[in-house]
């Protein structure tokens, strides 16, 4: 889990309406097979796809750069559910919405913001997928998390006179190296094992 703080089931309706009509957000429900069934989604024709499976969490993109960048987004992950934690669902939802973030919609750089104190998905961001730490603030007690497609660039200077960082200027040439592998290893996951089809 990242973040994002634990909601009532009516403000999580209320949020997924707003977030449903506002084009700066992109919101997944991560949905699962019941731990008990012994059935096989990728076997299940699309007509019954609905009826077998069941509401876990969620997945979220905020594309929100202040500059207003539209290939940055902040991403997020969580598993609502107690008893699909741990079970590779969090991190199967992550390597579907980064590819489709990528392949769709453009994306090249994702930032995550995760509580200091969970320590296991720190771990999935950095070692399953090569995400590397930026900052931390220990005011608001999180870490952030990087990753980007893009090249070195020197900082740049503000209307104030600020320095400004570009993203990935934090990077190693090792952190960049894996990205690209990630990268490689997310296109192929999209396009060899991902299905699309119409929930409704």
């Known amino acids: 889990m990242t973040a994002s703080e634990p909601l009532t089931l009516e403000e999580e309706y209320e949020m997924q309406t707003s977030w449903h009509q506002d084009e700066d957000k992109l919101t997944f ?76 919609i453009g994306l090249k750089t994702f930032q995550a913001k995760i509580s200091i104190e969970n320590e296991p998905s720190v771990n999935l961001f950095k070692s399953q997928f090569g995400f590397y730490q930026v900052s931390i603030s220990h005011v608001f007690e999180e870490v952030v998390l990087e990753w980007t497609l893009l090249e070195y660039a020197p900082p740049t200077i503000d209307e104030y006179g600020n320095e400004v960082e570009s993203y990935g200027s934090k990077a190693t040439t090792e952190q960049r190296d894996r990205v690209m592998q990630v990268r490689n290893d997310l296109f192929n996951y999209w396009k060899n094992n991902v299905r699309s089809s119409n929930y409704l």
Do not use: H, Q, W
């Open 29 to 104: 429900i991560i949905m699962s097979l019941p731990n008990d069934s012994n059935k096989c989604l990728k076997n299940l024709p699309d007509s019954e796809i609905k009826e077998n499976i069941v509401m876990v969490g969620d997945v979220n993109i905020f594309l929100n750069d202040p500059d207003n960048d539209r290939t940055f987004g902040e991403i997020e992950v969580m598993i609502a559910e107690p008893d699909y934690r741990r079970t590779g669902r969090g991190k199967e939802a992550l390597k579907i919405i980064m590819g489709y973030a990528m392949e769709v």
